[in-house]
Nanobody, 125 residues
Framework: QVQLVESGGGLVQAGGSLRLSCAGSGGSFRDLAMAWFRQAPGAEREFVAAARWNNVYTRYADSVKGRFTISRDNAKNTIHLQMNSLKSEDTAVYYC??????????????????WGQGTQVTVSS
């Protein structure tokens, strides 16, 4: 049973940085795409960033391009999300996900079969 556990959330001022981590267990992640999604209160879950298994191909939501960086360490079954220049609109619960989406579906939540419990990120203005 694959399990994902996020960490690194917290409260930060606008313009600051946070680094989220997601540790996987219970299986091999080498052939899985891994992604970050987020959900703000009253909003739908939205795609943030994803990385294919080989770490060569990454995709970002337009709202975070140039500010967020996704990286993964297959040897440690871990992915990270470095978030810089944070804005109040980045406030949300951030979820880690793993699955086998085709390239065109990397940003689609429904194709990911494994999810973490989420970690809260709050950006104060």
């Amino acid at each position: 049973q694959v399990q994902l556990v996020e960490s690194g959330g917290g409260l930060v001022q606008a313009g600051g940085s946070l680094r989220l981590s997601c540790a996987g267990s219970g299986g091999s992640f080498r052939d899985l795409a891994m992604a970050w999604f987020r959900q703000a209160p009253g909003a739908e879950r939205e795609f943030v960033a994803a990385a294919r298994w080989n770490n060569v191909y990454t995709r970002y939501a337009d709202s975070v391009k140039g500010r967020f960086t996704i990286s993964r360490d297959n040897a440690k079954n871990t992915i990270h999300l470095q978030m810089n220049s944070l804005k109040s609109e980045d406030t949300a619960v951030y979820y880690c996900a793993a699955g086998r989406p085709v390239l065109s579906a990397l940003g689609t939540a429904s194709v990911y079969g494994y999810w973490g419990q989420g970690t809260q990120v709050t950006v104060s203005s």
